[in-house]
C-alpha cells in the first residue's frame, strides 16, 4: 500500500504562505479535510506524512531510501523515497518477501504479522555488495528480534524477512545492533518490576542481552544495566558497544570482551539522547531537550509516575566522536506546534530526518552546511 505524504522541498513561498496563517495547520490537524494544511511545514521542519509513531529510521548508503520503523501495531516497517516524498508500507508478508532462513533461525517459522507489527528500534548493517542486513525489535504478536535482507541493487530496494529470535519470557526490546559475524545484541528499557520514574531518578531498570548463532534465546550480559537503556550500536572493529543511559542523559561505551564495567561515559549537551546510529566514522544521537522551559523545566514525577513527556519539547541533534566520547551539536529547535517526542535522526546529504515515538510523521529540515560523512 503506498500511502501520499506531503512533501516539501523547502519552498520558501510555502513556508511563507504557512507562516502568513499564523498556526492554522496546528490548530486544524485532525478537522475534516486539514490533512494536506495540517502536513504542511511548520517552523522549519517539513514533513512526509502517513507514518505512525516513526520510533527510530535508518539510511541506505548512497541511496535515496529510508526505512522507518512504526512503534504502534500494525505500523511495522515504512519506506520513504526522499526525492519523492513518498511513503509505502514496505513488509506485507507477501510470499515474495518471505525466505526463511532455518539454519540461522531454527526457532522461529514464520513472519510476523503484518496486522500486529509493531516496530521500536531498527538497524542497517552491510552484508555485501548493495546486500544489508536489517534488525528490527518487534512487539507485535511475540517479542522478538526479526531479521530480513535487503538488496538495494534494484531501482527500489527489495526485503525478505530471514527470520527471528524470540525474546526471553517478559522481557522487551526497545533497541537492537549486531556485530559483523551475526551476534546480536538489545537493550531493556525497564524490566519486570521497575518502571520509567526509576530511571527518571537514576535508578538502574535495563540491561543489554546478547545472543550467538545457535543458541534458543539471548542472555542478559551482567554489568549492562542502567538507567533505561535505550539506544544502542557496536563499533566498527567488533570490540565495543555503545549504550544510551536515558535516565543519565548519557552514552555508555563498553568492552565486547569484559562488559562487566563501563569503559566511558558522555554526557550529552543538554538534551536526552534516544536512538544512536552510525554516520561514516561518528554516531549520530538526537532526542528531546532535558530542561525545557515550555514544559515547565526537568522532567517530573508526580504521584510516584513520570509525566509521558506529552508537552512538546525542543530537540537537539548531536554527533559523538567515539575517539573522545564528546558530543558536538548538529542541529537543534525550540519546541514545534506539529512534531514532538524527538528520538533520533540521520543525514542524507544536508538534509536532516528526524524520528519520533509520539508522531504520525517524519520531519526533515535542510542544514546551512553539508555535515561531513564517510557513506552518504
Request: a neutral charge.
Amino acid at each position: 500500500m503506498v500511502l501520499t505524504a506531503c512533501f516539501a522541498a523547502g519552498s520558501a513561498a510555502l513556508a511563507a504562505q504557512v507562516a502568513s496563517s499564523g498556526r492554522a495547520a496546528a490548530a486544524e490537524q485532525g478537522g475534516a479535510g486539514s490533512a494536506a494544511l495540517a502536513c504542511g511545514p511548520v517552523q522549519g521542519l517539513f514533513f512526509v506524512c502517513g507514518a505512525d509513531r516513526p520510533e527510530d529510521l535508518a539510511h541506505i548508503p548512497r541511496t535515496r531510501w529510508l526505512i522507518v520503523s512504526g512503534f504502534s501495531e500494525g505500523s511495522g516497517l515504512k519506506l520513504i523515497d526522499t526525492a519523492s516524498g513518498t511513503l509505502k508500507t514496505w513488509f506485507t508478508a507477501d510470499p515474495t518477501q518471505v525466505d526463511l532462513d532455518r539454519s540461522q533461525f531454527p526457532h522461529c517459522t514464520s513472519p510476523p504479522n503484518p496486522r500486529l507489527f509493531n516496530v521500536q528500534g531498527i538497524n542497517l548493517r552491510v552484508a555485501g555488495q548493495s546486500t544489508y542486513t536489517l534488525y528490527a525489535t518487534n512487539h507485535g504478536g511475540r517479542e522478538s528480534i526479526e531479521v530480513f535482507s535487503v538488496d538495494a541493487s534494484r531501482p527500489e530496494p527489495r526485503l525478505s524477512w530471514k527470520g527471528c529470535v524470540p525474546l526471553p519470557t517478559g522481557v522487551a526490546a526497545n533497541s537492537v545492533a549486531a556485530y559483523s559475524d551475526g551476534t546480536i545484541l538489545f537493550t531493556e528499557l525497564t524490566r519486570r518490576g521497575t518502571t520509567i520514574a526509576d530511571f527518571v531518578n537514576g535508578k538502574n531498570t535495563g540491561a543489554v542481552y546478547e545472543w550467538h548463532r545457535g543458541e534458543p534465546t539471548f542472555r542478559k550480559l551482567a554489568g549492562t544495566e542502567l538507567p533505561g537503556n535505550n539506544g544502542l550500536e557496536t563499533s566498527h572493529d567488533d570490540r565495543r558497544f555503545y549504550s544510551v543511559a536515558f535516565g543519565r542523559h548519557a552514552v555508555v561505551e563498553y568492552s565486547r570482551a569484559n562488559p562487566r564495567k563501563p569503559l566511558r561515559v558522555a554526557v550529552a549537551p543538554g538534551f536526552m539522547p534516544d536512538n544512536i546510529h552510525w554516520d561514516g566514522q561518528r554516531l549520530i544521537a538526537g532526542g528531546m531537550q532535558y530542561d525545557e522551559p515550555a514544559c515547565g523545566g526537568l522532567r517530573k514525577i508526580i504521584d510516584g509516575k513520570a509525566d509521558g513527556m506529552l508537552c512538546h519539547r525542543g530537540y537537539t541533534i548531536a554527533e559523538l566522536d567515539p575517539a573522545t566520547m564528546t558530543f558536538h551539536v548538529i542541529a537543534y529547535s525550540e519546541p514545534n506546534t506539529t512534531f514532538n517526542g524527538v528520538s533520533g535522526a540521520v543525514l542524507i546529504g544536508n538534509e536532516l530526518w528526524i524520528s519520533s515515538y509520539q508522531a504520525d510523521r517524519v520531519a526533515h529540515r535542510t542544514l546551512p552546511w553539508l555535515a561531513p560523512s564517510g557513506d552518504r
